[in-house]
């Protein structure tokens, strides 16, 4: 067996004892999971800790900070359990534990305008979650993702999207032209965007150090009109969600794109330092962010290239 059939299996592997465990079980395997990887991968504990530095601001206590690590590191394994277990449960299920949706009248109205709406997603929660949630109440939502290697594993994670309502268009060529026919259609888009993977991101300012974000929402939003939002669902408590919808991000065209793409990728990641800070321990971000902690080569160009997990980016 070959190194990607291997981690195709164990992945699939995981994913199906996970969804066959009880709640309680499976998610006690996912603490222990997130135990492990804190106290065994030290570059990324280190890495989240200087995330969550810029997060909490200020001279935060190491002793403090170590703590949130830790925090996010078990976060970030139950997030991996909740998507294990998510395909298999039924709409009634998923409705059941959304507690509150703050702003869903953002939504309901961008959608009846027509035109389409673009959200814009941190890696935060489980945006996965509120997919589901969406697309229980008629509002399914397309989503582009980074492909996975080996291939047959993106694929598996395609089809366990689609199976709770989300339509998943893998990061390249052809990617625009669906999210393009998808909001033409008046459709809901949801783009995770607080981590740039591409060559030419916008230049922003996110927690008061220079970084880049990729412009696609912003560029999407101005030549459709369709309603730009911000938005994130957040674990807890229990087993329940809660989920944030910001207003609507001004969009007026000025007349020069590329500075109203500038403007309006600022006030993206305004609004999406707004919804990280209030679940910090819920940012699930363990590469390199910001310019400062980039390497050298790519500080240049606005994107490190690595590879992210199955949240995608786009």
């Known amino acids: 067996m ?25 998610g006690a395997a996912g603490r222990l999971v997130g135990g492990a990887l804190y106290r065994v991968r030290r570059d990324h504990r280190a890495q989240v800790a200087a995330n969550l530095a810029r997060v909490l601001g200020g001279d935060v206590d190491p002793a403090l900070l170590d703590r949130w ?3 996010a590191f078990d976060e970030y394994a139950r997030y991996w359990v909740e998507g294990a ?13 959304i507690l509150v949706v703050d702003g869903f009248e953002h939504l309901a109205e961008g959608m009846a305008r027509g035109g389409g709406v673009v959200v814009a997603l941190p890696h935060t929660g489980s945006w996965e979650y509120g997919g589901a949630f969406l697309a229980a109440i008629g509002f399914p939502m ?34 625009g032209r669906a999210v393009l026919r998808t909001l033409r259609d008046g459709g809901l888009v949801g783009l995770l965007c607080d981590r740039d993977l591409t ?12 970084t880049t974000m990729p412009g696609g929402p912003a560029t999407l939003a101005l030549r459709t009109g369709a309603t730009l939002l911000c938005a994130a669902v957040y674990r807890g408590p229990g087993r329940d969600h809660h989920a944030i919808i910001s207003g609507p991000v001004d969009t007026t065209r000025t007349g020069d794109l590329r500075g109203d793409v500038a403007r309006v990728t600022q006030s993206i990641a305004d609004g999406l330092a707004s ?26 160009h606005g994107g490190e290239g690595q590879a992210e997990d199955r949240q995608g980016a786009a």
């Open 69 to 71: 690590a830790r925090r």
């Open 2 to 26: 070959d190194r990607s059939h291997f981690t195709f299996r164990t992945y699939t592997t995981l994913g199906r004892v996970l969804g066959a465990l009880p709640e309680p079980v499976a």
């Open 142 to 175: 397309t989503a582009v993702a980074e492909r996975l290697e080996p291939p047959e594993l993106f694929d598996y994670f395609v089809a366990q999207r689609a199976s709770m309502g989300l339509t998943v268009v893998p990061l390249g060529e052809g990617s």
């Open 199 to 210: 060559p030419g991101g916008v230049p922003v300012d996110f927690f008061g150090e220079p």
């Open 275 to 300: 919804l990280i800070r209030r679940h910090p321990e819920q940012w699930h971000v363990f590469q390199p962010l910001w310019l400062a902690d980039r390497p050298v080569a790519s500080a240049g």
């Open 85 to 97: 277990r998510l395909p298999a449960m039924p709409a009634t299920e998923v409705l059941q534990h």
